[in-house]
């Protein structure tokens, strides 16, 4: 079945540095990827809508200069957030529709596993 | 706008007795909804969705769910619950455009007593 890799699964960083998160399509292309904050015990939050090719729909509230998404292939999309700060600290999923530009409800959605941001 | 509402933020129940999670939904039109399972700093795996036709929906692990209008509630049973099913259980529906984003209910966390 479709598989949705994240990466890396952890990561610790110091605050005030910047980290990448990459969430990649295996074996299906996906034009909008969605990008996901969890804090323990809570839901998960949509941080942001992301295109390939165009520039992200980040929902009210996201600091779009601190969380910069990057969509440049049909199978990749990067979440970097910048000059980290503790209270950034949170589990990032991100999840991949199958299929073309203005594909909607109906067509498979995929999660990644996650990323667990620790930053000191 | 669309939202979801878990009410039960834990549940127990002991292994081999029947589970029902609720969940409320909030959406203009018909509703196209979602039931997803989260294991400890997992992703999501898909239960069961409902898009149309018969309101009762089968999903994989013995689960299934049954999408009420009237209520405007879509909760999610399983006859007789196993070990395994403990974990996290999120409710979401899903927009029309925007790329079919997804809107998450609170999570109920289900807890199996042996």
């Known amino acids: 079945g479709a598989v949705v890799s994240q990466h890396p699964s952890r990561v610790i960083c110091k605050s005030g540095t910047s980290v990448k998160i990459e969430c990649r399509s295996l074996d299906f292309q996906a034009t909008t990827m969605f990008w996901y904050r969890q804090f323990p015990k809570q839901s998960l939050m949509l941080m942001a809508t992301s295109n390939e090719g165009s520039k992200a729909t980040y929902e009210q509230g996201v600091e779009k200069d601190k969380f910069l998404i990057n969509h440049a292939s049909l199978t990749l999309s990067t979440l970097t957030v910048t000059s980290a700060h503790p209270e950034d600290s949170s589990f990032y999923i991100c999840?991949?529709?199958?299929?073309?530009?203005?594909?909607?409800?109906?067509?498979?959605?995929?999660f990644g596993n996650g990323t667990r941001l620790t930053v000191t | 706008a669309q939202s979801v509402t878990q009410p039960d933020i834990h549940i127990t129940v002991s292994e081999g007795a029947s589970l029902e999670l609720r969940c409320n939904y909030s959406y203009g039109a018909t509703p196209y909804l979602f039931w997803y399972v989260q294991s400890p700093g997992q992703g999501l795996q898909l239960l069961l969705k409902y898009f149309s036709g018969d309101t009762l929906v089968q999903g994989i692990k013995g689960f299934e769910a049954e999408f009420k209008r009237s209520q405007s509630s879509f909760n999610l049973r399983k006859p007789s619950v196993h070990w395994s099913d403990a974990a996290e259980y999120f409710c979401?529906?899903?927009?029309?455009?925007?790329?079919?984003?997804?809107?998450f209910g609170q999570g109920t966390e289900l807890s199996v007593k042996p």
């Open positions: 979401a529906v899903a927009s029309y455009n925007q790329g079919g984003k997804l809107i």
């Open positions: 999840s991949a529709r199958e299929g073309d530009r203005g594909s909607s409800y109906n067509s498979p959605l995929h």
